[in-house]
């Protein structure tokens, strides 16, 4: 069997010497239709001529005409029974193996490729898109045509089916709108989301692919090219080191600031960006919620049989009642004045509930619900608060808001923060989703405060001030305080949420950097704060932004020194006076030496006083790889004592009998362990470069060193090393790691005091970082 081969269409890669102009050619609808036109010649010309009852089709992107630069092929050989296909079949997959294309590709007579479609969601989703490209052009549309009627007739059976695998994958791949890092084709909201909008709209349960639907789509697909052309491979992750080419491809203006909602940060060309990936994501992502709905309320109906005029309708809030599985609006509440406060009682009756807001209700709302007056009506100002307070209805509830610009109603300085990209790797979220997150964790705590409902508006308004110039904390306050002006709460309360938006970082930064054992660390928390009540409601706010923030922002750990702190500020606000610090373990002051105690996540070692100690400790912790969180020192009695809270580095606890043997040895003046450990800290040096601030007055008898640096393997060693080896006696070290970076604050008593000093030891410390 002979047949033509023609040169294939290499997919483009990125010169060095390219141009954006260049590469800019390759984007776009129609460079998308023109790789799809070559694949297709050129596939075509590998089909043997003259072989009846035998078609090839594409399905995927090149079945859609959406073929990105470095995109699979998914093919599919049909056939009806014809002999020799296999040979048929090898003479078409290995020219495209040899042309290093990836290749999806399967075999099969029309009532095969049937079969397998009505048991797997996936081919029938995969089909639903198959286009002829060579061979018997009836066999070909005998499958279309056979496979669209069976979607039509068993698509509503396959849905749950299909929504559970849809489900999985967002959970592996998250919310495209809210990462820093989303899978432009997999997370939620992505582009193959779209093609569950396309399937679902075939079976004609719902008008899927309104304008916005299909704008946000063809957005998406032009940024999943910019990005093969940056890579120049295949990739659909948008990860940080290519957001700026990507957008230069796209040729995205920078947003130009608003003068109505003050003056910003300077914006790149990767914020940008990312803010219209989000908001194309959000678009495609509610649309596929209201294309689940309807498919729902088809099988529901079909299943159960509609009564005679239509589904029942159950009041359940005032002006809003429940229809056919969705809240939309009673009767009454048209008029020809809506109440101002229409659209957020909707809203907290639709979070409080957990059910969806119709579209209908949202389009009228976003249209004729007139604006809330300055200072809101207190109706407003308790939906606002119960809309806060909803726990898991409040996400999907006001995600549905934002969706039609009724949030932009309630609070104009919500355009401003919407997608905003927050880059600290800490963050998961962009920081819209961050502020309504934290409100929803703050909900766990209402019961632990006076006034819940001003944790809640707290904890919302807590990063209003990121992406102002300056310190976030400082300039969020006013910003915070003219919304709650605006809402309508009394002065008292004004000034509350003034002061928990400038002190929402008080606590933790104190918690996981300061001595908490030092009279100074107390006293200063408690004058900054004021009284118990402003006290509970930071602590509840600082609980509820590290969840809200991400998993490297919270743990145990860092509860426990939180609360510890919490206890020790409660003392000093409620009597007057300050705690006494906590006494040293009278098993390390007494017996023989060296003496070694494990319980847990805590490490003491007690030895003859020598300096050095906490250093050679540190090193044989990184051994065992143990990260250090906290340590302590001091001498009693010719003692010297350390204490540490570790955590296991990668999860698994330390062998308890190695890890005492190994700090006994260390303790009794071994010096092999620290040789070890300095050989793998010299090797691993690296990172960006690190800063050293002096905080003085923040301790008793003592000044604070605090290093600010990339984090690295056996960093705390080399500092303590430093430290010993400049004469500086640390007293306490508190070891904070954020994402990739550090901020450790040493407490270093004696000669640290001296200006000339601290510049030596300043010196010594960056030049061992």
């Not at 008029?335 to 406060?341: E, N, Q, T, Y």
């Not at 961050?434 to 904890?459: F, I, K, M, W």
């Not at 044989?620 to 906290?630: K, T």
Request: net charge neutral.
């Amino acid at each position: 069997m002979s047949h033509v081969v023609s040169e294939s269409p290499v997919p483009p890669t990125r010169a060095p010497g390219d141009s954006l102009h260049t590469l800019r050619e390759q984007l776009g609808a129609a460079a998308r239709t023109a790789r799809a036109a070559a694949l297709d010649s050129w596939l075509a010309s590998l089909f043997p001529a003259h072989v009846p009852g035998v078609s090839l089709l594409a399905v995927g992107g090149l079945g859609r005409r959406e073929c990105a630069p470095f995109s699979d092929l998914d093919l599919v050989l049909l056939h009806r029974g014809t002999a020799g296909i296999d040979r048929i079949a090898s003479a078409l997959w290995y020219p495209i193996w040899d042309a290093k294309l990836g290749l999806d590709h399967s075999v099969r007579t029309v009532p095969q490729a049937l079969s397998v479609a009505h048991d797997d969601v996936k081919v029938a989703l995969g089909l639903l898109d198959a286009r002829h490209v060579a061979g018997d052009e009836l066999l070909s549309t005998e499958l279309i045509t056979a496979v669209a009627d069976q979607w039509r007739r068993t698509a509503v059976r396959l849905m749950p089916q299909l929504k559970e695998i849809t489900l999985a994958r967002w959970a592996t791949h998250g919310e495209l709108a809210f990462l820093l890092e989303g899978d432009l084709k997999e997370a939620a909201g992505g582009l193959r989301d779209v093609t569950l909008l396309r399937a679902i709209g075939r079976t004609g349960v719902a008008d899927t692919m309104r304008p916005a639907a299909r704008a946000a789509h063809v957005r998406l697909l032009d940024t999943r090219d910019a990005l093969h052309l940056a890579v120049g491979r295949r990739v659909d992750r948008l990860v940080a080191q290519e957001r700026g080419v990507v957008a230069e491809l796209l040729d995205l203006p920078l947003p130009t600031p608003d003068a109505a909602h003050g003056p910003t940060e300077s914006v790149s060309h990767g914020d940008a960006l990312l803010r219209r990936v989000a908001s194309d994501a959000r678009t495609v992502a509610h649309a596929l919620d209201d294309a689940w709905r309807a498919a729902d309320r088809l099988r529901n109906g079909r299943r159960r049989g509609l009564p005679t005029g239509g589904p029942p309708r159950r009041p359940v809030a005032r002006d809003v009642v429940e229809q056919d599985g969705e809240l939309v609006l009673a009767r009454t509440a048209i008029g020809p004045v809506p109440d101002p406060s229409l659209s957020l009682r909707v809203a907290a009756a639709a979070a409080a509930h957990r059910l969806p807001i119709a579209r209908a209700t949202c389009e009228w709302l976003a249209a004729f619900c007139p604006p809330l007056p300055n200072p809101w009506p207190g109706t407003a100002r308790a939906a606002l608060v119960s809309l806060l307070g909803s726990g898991p209805g409040l996400l999907p509830a006001w995600e549905t808001c934002d969706r039609y610009g009724l949030i932009d109603a309630w609070l104009p300085e919500w355009a401003r923060m919407r997608s905003l990209p927050q880059h600290h790797p800490v963050h998961r979220f962009t920081l819209d989703r961050h502020l309504v997150q934290a409100a929803y964790e703050a909900s766990a705590y209402t019961r632990e405060v006076d006034r819940p409902d001003l944790l809640l508006l707290g904890a919302f308004l807590h990063d209003v001030g990121k992406g102002l110039p300056g310190d976030h904390s400082e300039a969020g306050a006013p910003v915070a305080a003219h919304i709650a002006t605006r809402i309508g709460l009394p002065v008292a309360d004004v000034a509350t949420i003034e002061k928990l938006v400038r002190l929402h970082l008080l606590l933790p930064d104190v918690a996981t950097r300061r001595d908490l054992a030092d009279p100074v660390t107390i006293s200063t928390v408690a004058k900054a704060v004021g009284d118990a009540a402003t006290l509970d409601l930071l602590h509840a706010l600082a609980r509820a932004d590290s969840h809200a923030t991400g998993p490297a922002a919270w743990s145990d750990w860092k509860g426990r020194l939180l609360a510890d702190l919490v206890r020790r500020v409660h003392t000093a606000l409620d009597t007057g006076k300050l705690p006494d610090p906590p006494a040293a373990d009278p098993a390390l002051l007494r017996g023989d030496l060296p003496a070694v105690h494990l319980d847990g996540d805590r490490v003491a070692v007690a030895a003859a006083d020598r300096r050095g100690l906490l250093a050679q400790v540190t090193a044989c912790l990184a051994l065992h790889r143990l990260d250090v969180l906290s340590a302590d020192a001091s001498a009693v009695d010719g003692r010297a004592i350390v204490e540490f809270w570790t955590q296991p580095r990668y999860g698994s606890p330390a062998d308890p009998v190695a890890l005492a043997a190994d700090l006994r040895r260390v303790a009794a003046g071994d010096v092999s362990v620290t040789q070890r450990v300095r050989a793998r800290a010299m090797s691993a040096r690296g990172g960006a470069a690190p800063r050293v601030v002096w905080q003085g007055g923040a301790a008793t008898d003592a000044v604070i060193l605090e290093l600010r640096a990339a984090d690295s393997p056996g960093l705390l060693f080399r500092v303590a090393s430093a430290l010993d080896e400049i004469g500086a006696e640390v007293r306490a070290a508190r070891i904070s790691t954020l994402g990739g970076d550090v901020v450790d604050a040493f407490y270093l008593v004696g000669a640290a005091a001296d200006p000339a000093q601290r510049e030596r030891i300043a010196a010594a410390v960056l030049a061992a970082v």
